[in-house]
């Protein structure tokens, strides 16, 4: 049998042993222990011993998410401090009613903190604060201006605004005078015109409307009565897009569709580069290096590519820009 060595008085770590507190289940020496941070726990003199444990949690410090600046509902996050709940680390936070408030990292990020406490005041005037209507309205402004938001670069990325009557304290409110309840389950809020950016929200583009009806107007439905004609002509010009930009022979007819000549397309085209752009980067999304690629700012499923109009408008060169090219597959679904 292993002699019994008392570690009372002795460091391992950040934790300082207090005391011996006998043995647990398992007939192993348990102490007393104090974490730097303040923390207080019994744990077992084996894994003090081995390096096991070297903090209640406070140590790992450099893994913190660092929140400062960003927003959390109406909470913009100012300085991380000294204090920690539950292991979790508290935000100094700015309400934008001008209060001062200490919020827990997962309580910002799960969203369940969101305002001083004046966000939930202001619930109380409409009663509706666990409706579907006002789960809707939440998404809806959050999605829009909320850059964490997985899917704000459909949204807010895009330039989609919320209108000036269904935002601020009395949003939800004129959003639900507008809306109305939602009819079913199987409704939720839609805009008619999905190129319309500035008011994307508002009581003139929205209703509530069903499955059928959004595929209908989604963004990646073509817009054409003619599919064959539409994709046909969509891999014709975007592979002549290729050949213009990596120098490869092109047939010249399609070039009158960039609204300018090959040379002026591609000094425009870089004269949008951002800074790790370059010629010798273009190419494929890829895991193993930074791409970019050409997207289109409107997307091609907006138009009807069966129609030479369109055509001449959806691969003009002002609708074009050079793109990462994993931001660009990622958005091809909606295109």
């Known amino acids: 049998m292993a002699k019994f060595k008392d570690l009372s008085g002795q460091r391992f770590s950040r934790w300082l042993v207090l005391s011996y507190e006998g043995k647990n289940k398992q007939k192993l020496s348990i102490f007393k222990c104090k974490c730097d941070c303040g923390v207080i726990k019994i744990l077992r003199g084996t894994e003090l011993v081995r390096g096991h444990t070297k903090s209640c949690g406070c140590s790992s410090e450099d893994s913190i998410k660092d929140l400062i600046g960003k927003q959390y509902g109406k909470l913009v996050v100012l300085k991380m401090t000294s204090q920690r709940k539950y292991r979790s680390v508290v935000w100094k936070c700015r309400c934008d009613c001008g209060n001062i408030v200490y919020v827990q990292s997962g309580a910002l990020q799960s969203g369940n903190t969101q305002s001083c406490g004046c ?90 409307a069903d499955k059928t009806i959004q595929s209908n107007n989604t963004r990646s ?25 990596t120098g490869q022979a092109a047939t010249s007819i399609y070039e009158k569709y960039l ?77």
Request: glycine share 8%; with cysteine.
């Open 119 to 208: 966000l939930n005041l202001g619930n109380l005037k409409h009663g509706m604060s666990k409706s579907v209507e006002h789960r809707t309205w939440r998404a809806m402004i959050d999605r829009c201006t909320n850059p964490n938001n997985k899917k704000y670069l459909d949204y807010g990325g895009r330039g989609i605004t919320i209108c000036e009557r269904w935002l601020g304290e009395d949003g939800f409110i004129h959003f639900f005078e507008d809306m109305g309840p939602r009819p079913s389950n199987n409704h939720s809020i839609d805009r008619k015109d999905n190129d319309l950016l500035i008011n994307g929200y508002s009581k003139d583009n929205c209703g509530w």
């Open 221 to 245: 439905v073509p817009h054409s009565n003619n599919l064959i004609e539409h994709k046909r002509w969509r891999q014709l010009l975007q592979g002549s897009l290729v050949h213009f930009v």
């Open 259 to 335: 609204g300018c000549s090959v040379e002026e397309f591609l000094r425009y085209i870089e004269s949008r580069f951002e800074p790790w752009m370059n010629w010798d980067n273009y190419g494929k999304a890829s895991f193993k290096k930074q791409t970019w690629n050409l997207g289109h700012i409107r997307g091609c499923n907006t138009f009807d590519l069966s129609k030479e109009e369109d055509r001449l408008v959806c691969f003009n060169y002002r609708n074009l820009k050079p793109m990462d090219a994993r931001k660009n597959a990622q958005q091809a679904r909606a295109y």
